[in-house]
């Protein structure tokens, strides 16, 4: 005849065995060190132009295509470098049409493994921008903002440039990439260029 345990030491019982029962669970390998590692990576642009001419509603979107290429130097750090083109143009204001041909950004940056199988990240860096901006009826009063934009824009063509992401690995050494932030800030127009990015990573 089988005998029940009192409920007090049932619990007592349970609660001896199940770290013995979860350690197992618990146990993990540890993140790959991504050190020494070189990745390339294809991703897509939405860019955006804030505050054309200094107007606070002067803005407009624009399409691109990005190449990365970079190296993860040590456990926390990393450099890369970046070139694209733009994918149509942008019109800012019925008479405004601003669009880039191309562009080449360098970064160093800072990673910190969340899990092991994602990373935050965050860098700094210059890029070199290439465009142009085409204005009609430029004597018109309500195009005196955009007076001093010249065929070429952003007039400053070399800016500084940051990124903030995150990467989730899908499978062996391929990362889904999501990324944020400041393209360009062009000091001639008042112009700046915010950059949100979507793509693959492959790292070897």
Known sequence: MMTLLPAGRALSAFA???????????????????????????????????????????????SAGTLVLGSHISELFHVELRAGGGLGESEVTDDLTVSMDWFASWYMGIHYGLTDFSNVYAQLGFSHIQGEAELENRDAER?????????????????????????????????????????????????????????LRYEF
């Open 143 to 199: 195009n005196d903002a955009f007076e001093d934009f010249d065929d070429e824009f952003p007039g400053s063509s070399f800016a500084f440039s940051w990124l903030a992401g995150i990467d989730l690995e899908l499978m062996d050494d391929t990362y889904l990439v999501l990324e944020g932030g400041r393209l360009f800030e062009d000091t001639d127009t008042s112009a700046s260029g915010y950059q949100f990015n979507g793509g």
């Open 16 to 62: 001896v065995c199940l770290p013995l029962l979860a350690s197992p669970c618990l146990a993990q390998e540890p993140a790959e060190s991504r050190a020494d590692k070189t990745y390339v990576g294809l991703q897509g642009m939405a860019l955006q132009y804030r505050k054309v001419g200094g107007l606070p509603d002067s803005d407009g979107w624009l």
